[in-house]
């Protein structure tokens, strides 16, 4: 039996409805009911909210940068990077063959159970309680947003800076992937031809990996 005690502390919403926060943290493999319904809640809830805190914290802002930002912050990328810190994956229920696969620690899975989670917040206290929730844990994310280039990736930084110059946009290959389905590596290359230049990247996932070659033939071109 997982223990989930310790969760609502963590998350910052005490669930008047237990049976709430164990089907958000309930997997399709473990059987039903499952997350997949609260995880549809959550991801309308966290849009909504994420647009609304966009819109105050940039008055400045056109709607075109607006949606950009919030594109990034509601990623799979940016789910899993919260969804570890809450230490969701040891609470998780899954069925023996996604145990067996390490579906505990994989990215897509943890990133929809903290969208079940949000779902399952709003469902259980409402909009105020999860806008309450989604803003506690966004914080650290809101406070990384850069003042005058707002949360632009490599790739798109990297692509603005060739446009700017008239020069050919770069080319990205997958050099290598290798290990299990809940641990890869991928090693990617980004190609550019002017000037003539091959930068490699790696990270869990082939968009990851993409973006460190792109950041990585940034500093080339700046230095």
């Not at 803003?135 to 446009?163: C, H, I, S, V």
């Not at 389905?181 to 993409?210: K, Y």
Request: charged share 25%; glycine share 8%.
């Amino acid at each position: 039996m997982i223990d989930l005690s310790t969760l609502p502390a963590a998350l910052g919403h005490a669930f008047a409805d237990p049976a709430l926060l164990q089907t958000a943290l309930t997997h399709r493999s473990f059987g039903n009911p499952n997350n997949e319904r609260l995880e549809f809640i959550g991801d309308g809830v966290l849009n909504c909210v994420i647009a609304v805190a966009l819109f105050r914290r940039h008055p400045d802002l056109a709607e075109g940068e607006l949606s950009r930002l919030r594109a990034n912050l509601v990623r799979q990328d940016a789910l899993h990077r919260l969804a570890v810190t809450l230490s969701i994956g040891k609470y998780l229920r899954l069925g023996e063959g996604e145990l067996r696969s390490g579906g505990s620690q994989r990215p897509s899975i943890l990133a929809d159970a903290l969208e079940a989670l949000i779902g399952a917040v709003y469902l259980d206290g409402g909009f105020e309680a999860a806008q309450t929730v989604i803003a506690r844990l966004y914080l650290p994310l809101f406070d990384e947003l850069m003042q005058g280039q707002p949360n632009k990736d490599a790739k798109t930084r990297l692509q603005e800076w060739l446009q700017g110059r008239k020069r050919p946009l770069p080319r990205y290959l997958v050099i290598e992937a290798s290990g299990a389905a809940h641990e890869q590596r991928f090693e990617v290359a980004c190609e550019i031809e002017n000037p003539a230049m091959r930068t490699i990247g790696q990270g869990s996932s082939r968009r990851l990996a993409e973006q460190a070659a792109a950041d990585s033939a940034l500093k080339v071109l700046k230095a």
